[in-house]
């Protein structure tokens, strides 16, 4: 799937969402390119080409149980868990989506596993922490290849818990 295919496929999904939810997605501003490359000097990092690609064309994306913060908003909350989490936040991630409880969906931007995103959660015990791997499970805290990729499952789960409650609700 290319990228026009992916973002018509985000759009679709987020249609479909609507429909099923009666929630409203609420898209941002698409972020410049010049606003982009202030973001990465910020950060001191290069962000994936698909992550890039979704600042330019959502700038941020709020649909049912997800908010995907824009790029202020991310750089601002990266450098806060940096800061708060020294020890524990790598500098080579960046936060995307929180989840509420104080753990995050990070876009790793440097390194062997750049463009994946992780689930980084804050008081995980350190060696299960990103970019450390639990013994045995190579692959605990990954959460998608590349950006597009996991926000199209993200969307197609919650899609389909909505769809279930929404069955629940008209069989009572």
Known sequence: MNK?????????????LKEVS???????????????????????????????????TFGSLGVVRMEIEDGYSVVKETLSLREN??????????????????NYYCIVCDGPDYGKVIFW??????????PRYPEGQPDFWLEGPDFWTWLLEKLRR?????EEEKNKRENK
């Open 22 to 56: 009666g929630f409203p997605a609420k898209v941002g501003r698409p972020m410049s390119a010049k606003e982009i490359q202030e973001m990465e000097k910020t950060l001191g990092l290069k962000l994936p080409q698909e992550y890039k690609e979704f600042l330019q």
């Open 85 to 102: 989490y020294p020890d524990r936040f790598p500098n080579n991630l960046v936060a995307v989506y929180g989840d509420g409880y104080g």
């Open 158 to 162: 919650i899609k389909k818990i909505e």
């Open 4 to 16: 026009n295919e992916k973002i018509l496929k985000v759009k679709e999904l987020i249609r479909e």
């Open 121 to 130: 959660q804050h008081d995980a015990p350190l060696k299960e922490t990103y």
